[in-house]
């Protein structure tokens, strides 16, 4: 309960920084967002009064508190380019990428674990040295281009798949199929680090004294390797997941525009073209609070999974 405490309280401290940070970032950006919302041509007085409407001529910690206590509210502002309310906007967002993500990251497990596991098993042997070159293949394939390349087969050709596009959750088995192509895009790479390192974690466990000792007793090579290295090569492994999972919910603005999805990366990336920074600083926060959440969860995850760190 106490390391849970210091946690809490280190995520807290985390989210209010990241908050400064991105709210100072965003304001230093040139140009002036009243300029560009009544166009160049606008008269001096008109974009005057639109600033003073907007807040921006109040210094930058009145602006920052009034921001800051706005999102803890629920809050976030009106969009200068859509007129609609941040927050609304962002969890429509948030419902096509959260999925994305989450089916990504179990693709990617799914593919790395019997992989891994099977490389490390057989080191040295074809089987390692296919699975790793498999691996290395994954790692230097673009996604763009393995998305492209799913497209042309599984949507152009076989038509099993929408190449493109989301329904929307009203029809939970169409958005499902519209997230298959996207999903597995962007669980190739990430599956083929996972089990490059899921390799190398249960080599360096398979050396230790225990896993011997085990062997000894009678147990065969797969029980050893399922029952006690695969839990204590877990702490990379997790790492990785952490960072995996991060990526995938806020770099995925490429194959979100290559499928026309809806998601929170292509949100970001339309809002930086319409300089609505009302829309970037809000969704770049709820970014960074899911990557600390994620971090800190994995943090957890390390206690869970090695009961030494408990203490710590």
């Known amino acids: ?13 985390a989210l209010v920084g990241a908050s400064a940070v991105i709210f100072a970032v965003v304001d230093l950006v040139p140009g002036d967002p009243a300029v560009f919302v009544l166009g160049t041509g606008a ?41 609609t309310p941040v927050a609304g906007m962002i969890l429509d967002r948030v419902q096509v990428s959260l999925p994305l993500a989450l089916m990504a990251l179990a693709l990617a497990v799914a593919v790395a674990l019997p992989v891994g596991m099977l490389a490390a ?74 089990a490059r390192v899921l390799r190398s974690a249960l080599i360096e466990t398979l050396g230790q004294d225990y896993i011997r000792s085990a062997r000894a007793k009678g147990l065969s090579r797969a029980q050893v390797l399922r029952r006690h290295a695969l839990r204590n090569a877990l702490i990379p492994v997790l790492t990785i997941l ?47 609070a899911a990557v600390i959440l994620v971090t800190f969860l994995v943090d957890l995850a390390y206690a869970a999974v090695d009961p030494r760190l408990r203490g710590r």
């Open 121 to 194: 098993s057989r080191r040295g042997r074809p089987a390692d040295a296919l699975a790793m070159g498999a691996a290395q293949v994954g790692i230097a394939l673009p996604n763009f281009w393995f998305a492209m390349l799913l497209v042309l087969v599984f949507a152009v050709k076989l038509r099993w798949l929408p190449a493109g596009g989301f329904p929307g959750w009203s029809d939970p088995l169409a958005a499902l199929r519209a997230l298959i192509l996207p999903a597995f895009a962007l669980a190739l790479p990430q599956a083929a680090i996972l």
């Open 1 to 13: 309960m106490r390391m849970l405490a210091r946690r809490l309280a280190l995520l807290a401290l």
């Open 242 to 288: 952490g960072m995996q999972f991060s990526f995938l919910l806020a770099g995925a603005i490429i194959i979100e525009n290559v499928f026309y999805l809806p998601g929170l990366g292509r949100l970001i990336f339309q809002a930086i073209s319409q300089r609505d920074l009302v829309v970037v600083q809000s969704a770049v926060l709820v970014l960074v």
């Open 43 to 83: 008269r001096p007085d008109t974009v005057a009064a639109l600033r003073e409407q907007l807040g921006l001529d109040l210094p930058w910690p009145v602006r920052y508190a009034q921001w800051l206590g706005g999102v803890l509210t629920g809050d976030m502002g009106t969009s200068l380019a859509y007129k």
